[in-house]
């Protein structure tokens, strides 16, 4: 059992204070984003036997065990990480594995560098994520309905948006959606950005539901991300609830801390509310044009006290245990690989000690008794 010493990342989205008062640390003035537990190459874990990238190099199969290299292959299929959003995330979609896979081979097979701002596949993967709240946390997930689309528009009273009212309203569903946001992400810019200044005042002055919009505009004015914002389900999930994302659901997240675990991938097609690049063609390609409610996830119990997240992805699994002062010992013994964090409380894993935001790597098989009092968060894979 390796403890894990992590990369914080300092995007411009990031709290400065969210990530520092869990660790229990001296805010440093900076955006701190997102601290990520794993082996990605971007920034590994980092253990006393080196980055945990050359421990699972050095032996796949004795720190994944067999069946996960067998169905994942010689590396650590998911990637977790505290996120703490003090401004909107760029408003994104992730494509499938197929649809991944396209997308990776056809950008090799022109010759666009990796490192590219214009290339949308950093690899052949897809990204399906869970985000599981620790404070309250808002966000953007998957298409309203239509109708509500509309009404939503309509009362801003801006004459500009009334053709996609009339849109949203005469054509059926999967239609409507891919014209609209088709129309909004395609306007002429001058004539977009008046659009959202006013909307932005609109729902500045209105207030409840179009807050949220009003927040998005102040962060990204004149963006067409705006408006495209507005088709979707704004979400506000509290501690220990979670929403899951998976393959062509838009979705942003607004604020708030969280326990975020995905597929280890790179591949993110954005749609707006970022000064990066925006492939239209390639985004309305991978976007499932599909309204539906955003399904909050709140955890099955287990007779054990294990607490799961369900989703239908093999690549992570994530739960938590919420340990009572006097409750005794759990077993963790796992024959797959599993990074424990603790979010709250003292919590014992083996040797180790663990405060709120540390963690450690357990190797698959390894004998894994944890106790203590707090919360303890569980990612592993399905295999």
């Not at 280890?264 to 044009?289: A, I, Q």
Request: with cysteine.
């Amino acid at each position: 059992m390796d403890r894990l010493d992590n990369t914080v990342r300092p995007y411009a989205w990031g709290s400065p204070t969210a990530i520092p008062k869990l660790l229990g640390v001296e805010p440093t003035g900076e955006p701190q984003a997102e601290m990520w537990m794993g082996a990605h190459p971007g920034a590994p874990s980092r253990t006393a036997r080196g980055t945990l990238v050359e421990v699972i190099d050095a032996a796949p199969e004795r720190e994944l065990g067999g069946k996960a290299v067998a169905r994942f292959g010689p590396r650590l299929p998911f990637l977790l990480k505290l996120l703490a959003a003090g401004a909107p995330l760029s408003l994104q979609v992730h494509p499938d594995l197929e649809q991944a896979k396209e997308g990776y081979a056809d950008e090799e097979r022109r010759d666009i560098p990796v490192d590219a701002p214009y290339r949308n596949y950093k690899d052949a993967n897809h990204k399906p994520e869970l985000i599981c709240a620790l404070t309250e946390f808002d966000g953007l997930c998957g298409f309203r309905d239509p109708a509500r689309a509309a009404d939503l528009l309509e009362g801003l009273g801006v004459d500009s948006l009334k053709p996609y009212v009339d849109v949203l309203r005469a054509h059926p569903e999967d239609a409507a959606l891919r014209e609209v946001l088709t129309a909004v992400l395609t306007a002429d810019p001058e004539e977009m950005a008046h659009t959202v200044a006013e909307a932005a005042a609109a729902c500045d002055r209105l207030g409840g539901d179009y807050a949220p919009y009003a927040g998005i505009a102040h962060h990204y004015p004149g963006d067409p991300g705006v408006i495209a914002a507005m088709l979707l389900n704004h979400v506000r999930l509290q501690p220990g609830e979670a929403l899951f994302l998976g393959a062509g659901i838009p979705h942003a997240y607004l604020s708030g801390l969280g326990v975020e675990i995905m597929a280890n991938s790179d591949n993110v097609l954005r749609c707006g509310l970022t000064p990066k690049h925006v492939d239209v063609p390639e985004l309305l390609r991978v976007v499932r044009f599909e309204a539906g409610d955003p399904g909050v996830l709140r955890p099955e119990a287990a007779p054990d006290g294990e607490e799961v997240y369900e989703t239908p992805i093999d690549e992570f699994r994530l739960s938590r245990y919420v340990l009572p002062e006097g409750g005794g010992t759990h077993d963790l013994t796992r024959a797959t690989p599993q990074i424990l964090l603790c979010t709250s409380g003292t919590v014992r894993a083996g040797e180790h000690e663990l405060a709120p935001g540390q963690s450690v790597f357990v190797p698959a098989g390894e004998k894994t008794e944890v106790s203590g009092t707090g919360t303890l968060f569980r990612a592993t894979v399905v295999a």
